[in-house]
T-cell receptor, first 112, second 115 residues
Framework: NAGVTQTPKFRVLKTGQSMTLLCAQDMNHEYMYWYRQDPGMGLRLIHYSVGEGTTAKGEVPDGYNVSRLKKQNFLLGLESAAPSQTSVYFC???????????FGPGTRLTVL | AQSVAQPEDQVNVAEGNPLTVKCTYSVSGNPYLFWYVQYPNRGLQFLLKYITGDNLVKGSYGFEAEFNKSQTSFHLKKPSALVSDSALYFCAVRLLRGATNKLIFGTGTLLAVQP
């Protein structure tokens, strides 16, 4: 099992460009999450999903959109990137009845 | 509001000495508490959790944590630190409202173990 994978690993964008980050999990987990990690602020939840076809806002959703068309994939989109979105993005998943979240390796995004 | 606090940005300890990384929480009801570790340029890895039962929880890599309800703390401990334990450690509490299973993370504590 690959666990949780994220694509791409690194990306540099110019202000105003758009991109999509892909998260995939092969553990048949119901719950999936997108976080951003910034120095001194820990991990903050952007959006999450409690099952295929569902999405919900987390703590810092502005400027991001998500989709969960397939159970194994959770996409994070930036429609018009801003320098404030420079961060490391982590995806996580968790199974029904489980307690711990499993994290991907992260995507380092720089917006110039 | 539910929250988690890690009062130390960095903890320095000599190899072979005991280590403690502090965490306090504020939740309504009984908490589900977690510790995760992040090595450089890697994702977070689960270390241990407290759900119910014994206040002393044992986890991976020789780590343990003590749940103290009266002090609302969940400190991470290890009897003898290794240089390879140097990493960023996060405490987290799970929100039990609804079916979201969301985690609230602390800001992280950098553990530096000197040889």
């Amino acid at each position: 099992n690959a666990g949780v994978t994220q694509t791409p690993k690194f990306r540099v964008l110019k202000t105003g460009q758009s991109m999509t980050l892909l998260c995939a999990q092969d553990m048949n987990h119901e719950y999936m999450y997108w976080y951003r990690q910034d120095p001194g602020m820990g991990l903050r939840l952007i959006h999450y999903s409690v099952g295929e076809g569902t999405t919900a806002k987390g703590e810092v959703p502005d400027g991001y959109n998500v989709s969960r068309l397939k159970k194994q994939n959770f996409l994070l989109g930036l429609e018009s990137a801003a320098p404030s979105q420079t961060s490391v993005y982590f995806c996580a998943s968790m199974g029904t009845g489980g307690n711990e979240q499993f994290f991907g390796p992260g995507t380092r995004l720089t917006v110039l | 509001a539910q929250s988690v606090a890690q009062p130390e940005d960095q903890v320095n300890v000599a190899e072979g000495n005991p280590l403690t990384v502090k965490c306090t929480y504020s939740v309504s009801g009984n908490p589900y508490l977690f510790w995760y570790v992040q090595y450089p340029n890697r994702g977070l890895q689960f270390l241990l959790k407290y759900i119910t039962g014994d206040n002393l929880v044992k986890g991976s890599y020789g780590f343990e944590a003590e749940f103290n309800k009266s002090q609302t703390s969940f400190h991470l401990k290890k009897p003898s630190a290794l240089v390879s334990d140097s990493a960023l450690y996060f405490c987290a509490v799970r929100l039990l409202r609804g079916a979201t299973n969301k985690l609230i993370f602390g800001t992280g504590t950098l553990l530096a173990v000197q040889p």
